[in-house]
């Protein structure tokens, strides 16, 4: 298997540009062949035909004799490239023979060279014509016009079976007899072409010539042609290979840009704007995806900078407060405080860090989920009791509405969600507001809300709500002491990825100074 482009192109192109040059090289050559040996046979055929014309002719009952009156050679061959002469151009004793019948006149049309020895008449013809005969048309002209003088054409007639009858001269051609029961046949004997004709009683004539000089010119056009073939083919291959590398160079071009990248050049791109359309659309393709690379490379670089700050603090808090109590010796009490600083530090390390592994693993597409029939309306009642001291310490009240709403999933992951919501919920309201936890069904999902009467979240900042470690008011949630994983800006897109995990969805809505809503929709289990 090739493994080069531009090799295997330029070997379609090979292929297709060979089959091409000879078919139409055969074609060609093939017609040539045909047109040629048709009009050699048409020829011919002329010839037989006069033949025959002058035997159908002769009385039923003519002997050899008869036959034996018949010219020893046909007249010069026949005219094919100029037209016979009129004719009225003959006077009328030409047109006759003398004797007892009328002498037979083999009336091949006229050949361009006048031959010796064809008797008064053909003399009489010739003075004639060489009368009317414009001053270009001298034997010398037509030999340059038409090229050298055809060879003559010789006949044979032989009676049934196979009995020679008459032949032309030169005596020396070898004619045989063929037993065709074809009324025409042709056949090619050493270089000479001949046409077979059944004449009248039997009769078989045969009228061929050498045809040597036409096979010549024929082989000559065939080498012409394999060497004009040659040549397009050449040319052909090196033009496929000149734009098989002119076609691919934007592809090497793309490569060498790919190529450069690396994460600190994350921001360069293909440059587009010069090529085709086709390697245009790859290469937007391209940089497309290289946009998203480098989008999902700086999520990444923010992620680990938040996660280390965030563990920072804590682990901060940690060493100065165990720097400080070795210091000097320490009375049990303030060692006391100490180690509940230290724990208080480890608690939050421990839950950002637990926030962290939940994400890794629900990003590698491994929570470990233990669905269950779950009924929502259940988890939300649970969930408002354990949250009444919280929500009655910052003077919110809750409520739940809604019905049943059951759906198959994880109870400790779902708890976990309702709790992160209502956690935020509880926090950013205002005191003397109300919570509420609503419960619904549709045919095909379960759905929880949970709605506050919050400050709402501005408008500006919900596109990036779900963000991992993204906080709208840092200062306001600093002040602000929560429980479980809290305050680092990960409980939104933990809820997320648990609701994401289950086939659901989290959506939110806010109004400014009028509160927020997030829902949460399950998919419902078959038999719920
Ligand atoms: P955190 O643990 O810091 O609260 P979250 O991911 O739970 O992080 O919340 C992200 C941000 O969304 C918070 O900083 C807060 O500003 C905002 N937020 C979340 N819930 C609410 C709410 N019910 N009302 C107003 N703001 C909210």
Request: glycine fraction near 8%.
């Amino acid at each position: 298997m090739i493994r080069s482009l531009r090799l295997r192109l330029q070997l379609f192109h090979a292929i297709i540009l060979t089959a091409a040059v000879v078919v139409f090289g055969a074609a060609f050559y093939r017609q040539l062949h045909r047109s040629t040996m048709g009009e050699i046979d048409a020829e011919l055929l002329s010839g037989a035909r006069v033949l025959e014309g002058i035997l159908r002719g002769m009385p039923p009952r003519a002997g050899e004799e008869m036959l034996g009156s018949l010219p020893l050679e046909l007249p010069p061959a026949m005219e094919r490239r100029r037209p016979p002469p009129p004719r009225d151009a003959l006077s009328p004793e030409d047109e006759r023979g003398g004797g007892g019948f009328e002498r037979p006149r083999l009336d091949f049309p006229r050949d361009r060279n006048s031959r010796p020895g064809h008797g008064v008449e053909e003399e009489n013809r010739e003075e004639e014509r060489s009368a009317d005969a414009s001053p270009f048309d001298s034997p010398r002209l037509d030999q340059a016009r038409f090229g050298p003088p055809l060879p003559p054409p010789y006949f044979a007639i032989f009676a049934n079976e196979g009995k020679m009858l008459r032949r032309s001269e030169p005596s020396d051609v070898k004619i045989a007899w063929n037993s065709t029961r074809r009324l025409i046949d042709y056949r090619n004997v050493e270089g000479r072409r001949e046409v077979l004709l059944r004449g009248p009683r039997e009769m078989l004539i045969v009228v061929g010539r050498d045809v040597s000089s036409e096979m010549q010119r024929l082989t000559s056009a065939l080498v012409q042609l394999i060497a004009i073939g040659a040549s397009v083919l050449c040319l052909g291959l090196i033009g496929g290979w000149w734009l098989a590398g002119k076609a691919i160079r934007p592809i090497q071009q793309i490569s060498c840009t790919a190529e450069g990248i690396d994460a600190r050049s994350l921001a360069d791109r293909i440059d587009t704007a010069t090529m085709d359309s086709e390697l245009q659309s790859l290469g937007m393709t391209l940089n497309s995806m290289l946009g998203r690379i480098e989008n999902a490379f700086d999520k990444q670089c923010q992620f680990t900078a938040d996660a280390s700050h965030d563990l920072r603090t804590p682990l901060a808090v940690l060493l100065s407060h165990c720097e400080l109590a070795l210091s000097r010796p320490r009375s049990p009490e303030e060692y006391q405080t100490t180690i509940v600083t230290c724990q208080t530090a480890a608690v939050r390390m421990k839950s950002l860090v637990d926030g962290l592994l939940l994400l890794a693993r629900s990003d590698a597409g491994e929570l470990d989920l233990q669905p269950t029939q779950i009924d929502l309306k259940d988890l939300s009642t649970e969930a408002i009791e354990l949250f009444r001291p919280y929500a009655s310490e910052h003077q919110v009240e809750l409520n739940t509405t809604g019905g049943a709403a059951s759906c198959l999933a994880d109870r400790q992951a779902i708890s976990q969600v309702i709790s992160n919501l209502l956690d935020n919920a509880i926090l950013y309201s205002h005191e003397g507001g109300m919570v509420t936890i609503s419960t619904s069904c549709s045919a095909d999902s379960a759905c929880i809300a949970v709605q506050d009467t919050g400050p709402g979240i501005p408008a500006d900042a919900l596109p990036r709500i779900f963000d991992r470690f993204y906080r709208v008011d840092e200062a306001r949630v600093r002040q602000k002491t929560k429980q479980g994983q809290s305050g680092s800006g990960l409980g939104l897109s933990i809820c997320k990825s648990i609701v994401e995990a289950h086939g659901g969805k989290l959506t939110v809505s806010s109004e400014p100074n009028a509160g927020t809503r997030f829902e949460v929709q399950l998919p419902r289990s078959a038999d719920s």
